[in-house]
């Protein structure tokens, strides 16, 4: 299937889901994050979840990373006005937070931070395939960005569901994961 047409689908199953059920993936799929062996990290970038857009809650994540590497520093990106491009910041602050023009958090202020400096990124994803390649909201921010992260730079898709076999139209910018972590399991590329 091509990107839309599984856009299609993960979202309309997402958007089916109770609140109970999305709280114990959640849960489930911090359990299984816990499965993957990383390095040590200084920096780590997450998305902010949308509760409208039943996204997976990486807050969990965040906390165990934070016992694990007690001066890790977190990031989250801030869309530009203008274009497809986005910034990044380290958080000081969960409650300072402001909505974009799609209804997404972002960290109100806060030290600008290179991708190059990121070590590791939880990526935001509606679809996954079974090699690795994610289809996104469809505006490929997560295209442009992954691209200027380090080679060495961990990519980890969160997911509520199984991969789908094959994305069809996979184009030349589409950056692949190196995991995607579900509440079943983690898949690793
Ligand atoms: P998403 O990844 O959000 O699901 P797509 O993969 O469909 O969205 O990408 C949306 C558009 O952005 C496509 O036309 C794609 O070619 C373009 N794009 C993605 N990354 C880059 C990039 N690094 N440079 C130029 N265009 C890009
Ligand atoms: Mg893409």
Redesign the pocket.
Same mark, same amino acid.
């Given at each position: 299937m091509n *990107?839309k047409e599984l $856009?299609k689908i993960f979202r309309e199953k997402r958007m089916a889901l109770e609140h109970s059920e999305t709280e114990r993936m959640n849960d489930l799929i911090l359990v299984q994050f816990q499965t993957i062996s990383l390095p040590w990290l200084n920096c780590v970038h997450s998305y902010i979840a949308a509760e409208k857009y039943a996204e997976p809650d990486t807050s969990l994540i965040l906390r165990f990373l934070q016992f694990r590497y007690p001066d890790i520093k977190i990031a989250a990106p801030r869309i530009e006005a203008d274009g497809?491009g986005m910034t990044h910041h380290l958080i000081e602050d969960f409650e300072e937070m402001e909505l974009n023009k799609y209804g997404i958090e972002e960290p109100a202020a806060g030290e600008e931070i290179a991708p190059k400096d990121i070590d590791l990124i939880l990526v935001p994803?509606?679809a996954f395939d079974e090699q690795g390649y $994610?289809?996104?909201? /469809? *505006? /490929?921010?997560? =295209? $442009?960005f992954l691209?200027e992260c380090r080679e060495d730079a961990i990519k980890i898709g969160i997911s509520f569901f199984a991969p789908a076999k094959r994305i069809d139209?996979? =184009?030349?910018? =589409?950056?692949k994961l190196d995991y995607c972590c579900t509440p079943e399991k983690v898949y690793q590329w």
């Open positions: *990107k $856009r497809f994803l509606l $994610r289809a996104g909201f /469809g *505006k /490929g921010y997560y =295209d $442009r691209s139209d996979v =184009d030349e910018h =589409d950056v």
